[in-house]
């Protein structure tokens, strides 16, 4: 799936739902991630894989920083 694939309803969600995912990495727990969000959010540059595991991408972190402001 590319970026342009994606409708921007989706990108919102997956905007919104970027925080809880955080949460999710930092208390290693990224196995109730869903397998199509992390695909989704690593086509947006949002997560990456680094070693066999999942962190965000200084776009994310930014993504989620803005997200936690509202």
């Given at each position: 799936?590319?970026?342009?694939?994606?409708?921007?309803?989706?990108?919102?969600?997956?905007?919104?739902?970027?925080?809880?995912?955080?949460?999710?990495?930092?208390?290693?727990?990224?196995?109730?991630?869903?397998?199509?969000?992390?695909?989704?959010?690593?086509?947006?540059?949002?997560?990456?894989?680094?070693?066999?595991?999942?962190?965000?991408t200084a776009t994310g972190t930014n993504i989620c920083r803005?997200?936690?402001?509202?």
């Open positions: 799936m590319s970026k342009a694939l994606l409708s921007t309803l989706r990108r919102d969600a997956l905007r919104v739902e970027l925080p809880h995912v955080a949460d999710l990495l930092h208390l290693k727990r990224a196995g109730e991630i869903g397998a199509v969000v992390i695909d989704e959010l690593v086509e947006l540059s949002w997560l990456e894989w680094s070693g066999g595991s999942l962190r965000l803005q997200q936690l402001l509202k």
